[in-house]
């Protein structure tokens, strides 16, 4: 059973196009994360979430938006795709009231912008 | 300021050798957490090992250990008999309690062990 899974592993698409990636978590976690990392290998915090507020890392263009239909789901929808879009995208989640709580990780969409 | 740094692009070790990997870190709240994870060429990322702010004794965890000097704000991860599985990226990350939700990661290490 995939603790954080989120589809699809590979996206391929054109510049300007719509895409979306889904991330589901059944760990019971409460926050849940996007995060970017760039072919340099940076891990960038793109926003969390749970069901009181949702923080935006201000450098995030808004293009990128997160959809969350329930607490177990945390969508990334990203507009207008441009090359610097072309990165590994994580999904995560944890939990708020735990300090020594780890971050879970799913196991990345690599998008390609062509 | 980083909240986490790495100063170690890449490091090298030989097989059955141990390796440190540096980090530090940047907090004025009492209470954190601070994580290793690895990321092997697969991709996926890996939880290695856990150390709370409030914690007497160093973390081990395996082959993993973390020498934690709280007063040098530092966390370095420490890989005993390395192994040629050990090659991959390794992440150093804090979680303050005052900014509960959030988690900073450092730039990452890249560990190559050699046969």
């Known amino acids: 059973d995939t603790a954080v899974s989120q589809t699809p592993k590979y996206l391929v698409t054109q510049m300007g196009n719509d895409k979306s990636i889904k991330c589901e978590q059944n760990?019971?976690?409460?926050?849940m994360y996007w995060y970017k990392q760039d072919s340099k290998k940076f891990l960038k915090i793109m926003f969390s979430?749970?069901?009181?507020?949702?923080?935006i890392n201000e450098t995030v263009p808004n293009r990128f938006s997160p959809k969350s239909p329930d607490k177990a789901h945390l969508n990334l929808h990203i507009n207008s795709l441009e090359l610097g879009d072309s990165a590994v995208y994580f999904c995560?989640?944890?939990?708020?009231?735990?300090?020594?709580?780890?971050?879970?990780f799913g196991s990345g969409t690599q998008l390609s912008v062509l | 300021a980083q909240k986490i740094t790495q100063t170690q692009p890449g490091m090298f070790v030989q097989e059955k050798e141990a390796v440190t990997l540096d980090c530090t870190y940047d907090?004025?709240?009492?209470?954190?957490?601070l994580f290793w994870y690895k990321q092997p060429s697969s991709g996926e990322m890996i939880f290695l090992i856990y150390?709370?702010?409030?914690?007497?004794q160093n973390a081990t965890e395996g082959r993993y250990s973390l020498n934690f000097q709280k007063a040098r704000k530092s966390a370095n991860l420490v890989i005993s008999a390395s192994q040629l599985g050990d090659s991959a990226m390794y992440f150093c990350?804090?979680?303050?309690?005052?900014?509960?939700?959030?988690?900073?990661f450092g730039t990452g290490t890249s560990l190559t062990v050699i046969p």
């Open positions: 979430y749970n069901n009181k507020e949702l923080i």
């Open positions: 990350a804090m979680r303050e309690a005052n900014t509960g939700n959030q988690f900073y």
């Open positions: 995560a989640s944890s939990l708020t009231d735990r300090g020594n709580e780890k971050l879970f």
């Open positions: 150390q709370g702010s409030y914690d007497q």
């Open positions: 907090t004025s709240d009492p209470s954190y957490g």
């Open positions: 760990l019971g976690h409460d926050t």
